[in-house]
């Protein structure tokens, strides 16, 4: 960059009041922003594993059939599993992602509706705490428990077909239409 260009960036971001902008250097980037658009990207990432793995099953067609569905989530769950075969705890909850989900998480129970949330979760069908695992099958019979809406406003947003869930104090990333634990955050919730 010319010394005419780091004058006009240094000038712009003066003007528009940006941290961090000094004469030659680059605004101050929000370092939470970059863990969680790289979080999207293993989401995005995941999404295509499914995809295929959709695409490489027969499709179902519309049935009330429990039997026939469950069939096809489980054939459609081996696909992923055996795309998947070498994932592991941390895949997309990543230490940078973990951290900001922590954070997250523990801000929810720090604000003035604290109390709420805790009246939620424990409303709620509570899944007792369970040894999870990547690529494992959500146990059957188990209920799901719906994640507080003040930890989803903060949360990155998921594409439909992957839901958080919480499974003790553990977080989840599930994906509902093959029933399997796609990655899982031990710990999220503090404890209570």
């Given at each position: 960059?010319?010394?005419?260009?780091?004058?006009?960036?240094?000038?712009a971001?003066?003007?528009?009041?940006?941290?961090?902008?000094v004469?030659?250097q680059?605004?101050?980037?929000?370092?939470?922003?970059?863990?969680?658009?790289?979080?999207?990207?293993?989401?995005?990432?995941?999404m295509?594993?499914?995809a295929?793995?959709?695409?490489?099953?027969?499709?179902?067609?519309?049935?009330?059939?429990?039997?026939?569905?469950a069939e096809h989530?489980?054939?459609?769950?081996?696909?992923?599993?055996?795309?998947r075969?070498?994932?592991?705890?941390?895949?997309?909850?990543?230490?940078?992602?973990?951290?900001?989900?922590?954070?997250?998480?523990?801000?929810?129970?720090?604000?003035?509706?604290?109390?709420?949330?805790?009246?939620?979760?424990?409303?709620?069908d509570?899944?007792p705490?369970?040894?999870?695992?990547?690529?494992?099958r959500?146990p059957?019979?188990?209920?799901?428990?719906?994640?507080?809406?003040?930890?989803?406003?903060?949360l990155?947003?998921?594409?439909?077909?992957?839901?958080?869930?919480?499974?003790?104090?553990?977080?989840?990333?599930?994906?509902?239409?093959?029933?399997?634990?796609?990655?899982?955050?031990?710990q999220?919730?503090?404890?209570?």
């Amino acid at each position: 960059m010319t010394l005419r260009g780091m004058v006009r960036t240094a000038m712009a971001g003066v003007l528009l009041g940006l941290p961090g902008c000094v004469l030659g250097q680059a605004p101050a980037v929000n370092q939470d922003s970059l863990v969680a658009v790289e979080f999207q990207h293993r989401v995005d990432d995941y999404m295509k594993v499914h995809a295929q793995a959709l695409a490489e099953i027969r499709p179902l067609k519309p049935t009330d059939a429990p039997e026939e569905i469950a069939e096809h989530r489980r054939r459609l769950a081996h696909k992923i599993r055996e795309a998947r075969r070498h994932a592991r705890p941390g895949d997309l909850f990543t230490p940078e992602v973990s951290g900001l989900f922590r954070r997250i998480i523990a801000t929810s129970f720090q604000a003035p509706d604290a109390a709420q949330v805790r009246t939620s979760l424990r409303r709620a069908d509570p899944v007792p705490p369970m040894r999870l695992r990547v690529n494992a099958r959500y146990p059957r019979g188990l209920p799901l428990q719906s994640t507080p809406p003040s930890f989803l406003i903060d949360l990155p947003r998921l594409p439909p077909g992957l839901e958080y869930r919480i499974v003790g104090r553990d977080l989840i990333l599930l994906d509902v239409d093959a029933a399997l634990i796609v990655d899982y955050l031990p710990q999220a919730l503090p404890p209570p």
